[in-house]
């Protein structure tokens, strides 16, 4: 097959002007050369498509793909995640991972708990503010973060708020930062985890609990530096089957495909408590979570990107093994 890859280059970015944390969910070429390593050990050709202003001139002039690797995380707005897939689906191309209102859902903090809230799955009461309330009508301690980031992004030692004051200065703080709004929510002090999930629907299935023990507050800065403040284990106890479990209901509910992250961490009775749904997980070869988190499973980078594809190529009728010739990645 011919494979596009889609994928906001850190370094592209830069040049125009975004700083570290603005640049924190974009890619570098070792995850793209990674990918398309991949696809030409498996007889498929990988096209370099790059990000969304790439796609629309190519699109424009005719060009199309068997399928698309879609890791386009956007720039601007709570729907720039969707924006790839959408243009996508306009063209009736299949691409790899979730549909456009599954990617803007799981981006937006505060739609996404009341979708998992209404449902019954357990999340944290929570707020969202635009601006620094008089009364939040929850109980301290609280945690803020911006609505509608990832990567950490927005959160430090500061998230974690005790009282009113230190509450208005969060929100004010993080609205100005990102001109967005702020999610509020009861604080979780228990143990953190991370679950990786393949599959879509029914087929869906999770490859493993990961916890992460940090020594700071594991946002933006600790993520950056993460071999000097977390360490990871996969584990299997009763509290992570739980919440094991729990994140597989919340990926089937929300409709996540091919793969991706659910994040949870537990109240002070020990109950895992969702928190975030990455259906655009990162892939770094060494350095992301999910990958980590296989590779604790005694699973290689390789079988995980296998195991992606298999099941993107499932949902649209692909033969992923059909072709076993060795072409040179575009």
């Known amino acids: 097959?011919?494979?596009?890859?889609?994928?906001?280059?850190?370094?592209?970015?830069?040049?125009?002007?975004?700083?570290?944390?603005?640049?924190?969910?974009?890619?570098?070429?070792?995850?793209?050369?990674?990918?398309?390593?991949?696809?030409?050990?498996?007889?498929?050709?990988?096209?370099?498509?790059?990000?969304?202003?790439?796609?629309?001139?190519?699109?424009?002039?005719?060009?199309?793909?068997?399928?698309?690797?879609?890791?386009?995380?956007?720039?601007?707005?709570?729907?720039?995640?969707?924006?790839?897939?959408?243009?996508?689906?306009?063209?009736?191309?299949?691409?790899?991972?979730?549909d456009p209102l599954v990617l803007a859902i799981a981006l937006h903090k505060g739609h996404l708990k009341r979708l998992l809230r209404d449902a019954g799955l357990p999340t944290a009461p929570f707020a969202v503010l635009d601006s620094p309330p008089d009364q939040v009508g929850l109980p301290f301690p609280l945690f803020v973060k911006p609505i509608a980031e990832g990567t950490g992004k927005g959160i430090d030692a500061t998230s974690l708020c005790r009282d009113k004051c230190e509450l208005a200065c969060a929100v004010a703080r993080l609205t100005a930062r990102f001109g967005q709004q702020v999610l509020v929510e009861t604080y979780l002090p228990g143990r953190e985890f991370t679950v990786g999930v393949l599959g879509s629907g029914a087929h869906a299935r999770i490859i493993g609990v990961m916890e992460i023990i940090s020594d700071a507050t594991y946002g933006f800065d600790t993520k950056k530096h993460y071999r000097d403040h977390v360490s990871y284990r996969l584990v299997k106890d009763e509290e992570a089957i739980i919440a094991?479990?729990?994140?597989?209901?919340?990926?089937?509910?929300?409709?996540?495909?091919?793969?991706?992250?659910?994040?949870?961490?537990?109240?002070?009775?020990?109950?895992?408590?969702?928190?975030?749904?990455?259906?655009?997980?990162?892939?770094?070869?060494?350095?992301?979570?999910l990958v980590i988190l296989a590779r604790l499973a005694g699973h290689s980078y390789e079988w995980l990107l296998e195991q992606i594809f298999a099941a993107a190529c499932g949902r649209f009728g692909l033969a992923w093994h059909e072709r076993r010739e060795r072409f040179a990645a575009d």
């Not at 924190?24 to 498929?44: M, R, Y």
């Open 244 to 289: 094991g479990n729990v994140a597989l209901a919340a990926w089937r509910l929300l409709g996540g495909r091919d793969g991706g992250r659910i994040d949870l961490k537990s109240d002070t009775e020990g109950q895992p408590m969702l928190l975030e749904i990455n259906p655009l997980a990162g892939l770094h070869p060494i350095d992301s979570d």
């Open 1 to 98: 097959m011919r494979i596009g890859l889609t994928y906001d280059l850190a370094e592209d970015w830069a040049a125009e002007g975004l700083d570290a944390e603005g640049l924190a969910e974009f890619d570098t070429p070792e995850t793209i050369d990674a990918v398309a390593d991949f696809l030409h050990q498996n007889g498929h050709r990988a096209v370099r498509i790059g990000r969304a202003q790439a796609l629309v001139p190519l699109l424009a002039e005719g060009e199309r793909w068997d399928l698309v690797f879609n890791i386009c995380e956007g720039v601007r707005g709570a729907g720039r995640e969707a924006l790839v897939p959408a243009v996508l689906d306009a063209y009736a191309i299949p691409y790899v991972f979730s």
